[in-house]
C-alpha cells in the first residue's frame, strides 16, 4: 500500500514470539519481555498472561487516550489519568476457528452521563483499536457511573 497523509505511519511495533500460547514474547526494545500462557480456563495451567490479556490491556489504553484527546477537542474537563477503561475480550470457538469479542465499560469522570456516551461515541471513530476491530470484532462499549 502506497503511504499517503491519510495513512502515514506513526509508529511500528515489532514482538517476537516463540513458542506460541506457551512461550514467550520480547519487543525488539526489550521494554516488554512476557512469558505466555494458556489460561486454566482452556485447559491451561494459566501462571502466565495470554494474547486476550494482552489485546485487552492495549484496547484499554488506546481508548482512554483517545477519549481524552475527543474531550480535550471539545473543551471538556476529562483529566486521561482519571478516566477508567475496563475491557474484557472474549476468546469464542467459531465455525472453522476462533474469534474474538470485546466489551468496554468506561468512566468518565467530571462530565455528565450524556456528556460521556457522547464522548465514547465520538471515540470509536478516533481510538486504532475500535477502528482497526470495526466490523471484525463484536465489540460493545458501555458508559458505567463511579
Known sequence: MMETQANKGL????????????????SSD???SVHLAFPK???GNGGATNPEQLFAA???ACFGQSLSFVASQRKLPVDVRNVRVTTR????????????????FIQVPGVSREQAEE??????TVCAYSN???????????????
Open 11 to 26: 509508529y511500528v511495533a515489532e514482538v517476537t514470539t516463540l513458542g506460541g500460547r506457551n512461550g514467550h514474547a520480547q
Open 30 to 32: 526489550n521494554l516488554l
Open 41 to 43: 480456563e482452556i485447559g
Open 58 to 60: 492495549g484496547f484499554s
Open 89 to 104: 475480550v472474549h476468546l469464542l470457538a467459531i465455525e472453522g476457528g476462533y474469534g474474538l469479542a470485546a466489551d468496554l
Open 119 to 124: 464522548l465514547v461515541e465520538a471515540t470509536k
Open 132 to 146: 482497526s476491530t470495526r466490523g471484525n470484532v463484536r465489540t460493545t462499549y458501555r458508559v458505567i457511573e463511579g
